[in-house]
T-cell receptor
Framework: GAGVSQSPSNKVTEKGKDVELRCDPISGHTALYWYRQSLGQGLEFLIYFQGNSAPDKSGLPSDRFSAERTGGSVSTLTIQRTQQEDSAVYLC?????????????FGPGTRLTVL | DAKTTQPTSMDCAEGRAANLPCNHSTISGNEYVYWYRQIHSQGPQYIIHGLKNNETNEMASLIITEDRKSSTLILPHATLRDTAVYYCIVRVPTSGTYKYIFGTGTRLKVLA
């Protein structure tokens, strides 16, 4: 079946503009995660959603970052007033919780470049 | 903060076993160790996970020390396609699900 998809694959924007990044998780997966990966670095946790529970926003770096998950499926990560340090690959992952493995399935990422 | 530490990079000859170490000295009793790898420009890919027993699957083996403070991922016969960044991760239970705490990873280069 289809894996996790993300769009756009690449986004170039000017400093100060807002951007929206989209994630379509695997159907039926109840948990959805957003990570940020700066060039040559590991993955930095941003936020996760679990079912209808309030999201864990503890990793969001500033109040310019927000995320929504509508209907327990698609998620949108919004970055307002983008800065050059926001340039990174933004990765989304989903899991089916309640199983022993809880393997995270990652999407291909969105490469954001802020000029 | 990362709960794992790994060497920055390693080389391995093609056909030989690649042994990738990871320290997780602050791991708690209910926190699993996961390994993922990331090939250039792709999303991370699951390899294996374990709690305290050694584990083996078609991709790799995971050896966890008895005190659980460190582990080793073993790729038994490395190929050029195994060149990637390998992440050792601690999975932390939280309300209703888990958080995956990534370290900085080991860049493995398999040499012909």
């Amino acid at each position: 079946g289809a894996g996790v998809s993300q769009s756009p694959s690449n986004k170039v924007t000017e400093k100060g503009k807002d951007v929206e990044l989209r994630c379509d998780p695997i159907s039926g997966h109840t948990a959805l995660y957003w990570y940020r990966q700066s060039l040559g670095q590991g993955l930095e946790f941003l936020i996760y959603f679990q079912g209808n529970s309030a999201p864990d926003k503890s990793g969001l770096p500033s109040d310019r970052f927000s995320a929504e998950r509508t209907g327990g499926s698609v998620s949108t990560l919004t970055i307002q007033r983008t800065q050059q340090e926001d340039s990174a690959v933004y990765l989304c992952a989903s899991t089916m919780t309640g199983t022993h493995n809880n393997e995270q399935f990652f999407g291909p990422g969105t490469r954001l470049t802020v000029l | 903060d990362a709960k794992t530490t790994q060497p920055t990079s390693m080389d391995c000859a093609e056909g030989r076993a690649a042994n990738l170490p990871c320290n997780h000295s602050t791991i708690s009793g209910n926190e699993y160790v996961y390994w993922y790898r990331q090939i250039h420009s792709q999303g991370p890919q699951y390899i294996i996970h374990g709690l305290k027993n050694n584990e083996t699957n078609e991709m790799a083996s995971l050896i966890i020390t008895e005190d659980r403070k460190s582990s080793t991922l073993i790729l038994p016969h490395a190929t050029l396609r195994d060149t990637a960044v390998y992440y050792c991760i601690v999975r932390v239970p939280t309300s209703g699900t888990y958080k995956y705490i990534f370290g900085t990873g080991t860049r493995l280069k398999v040499l012909a």
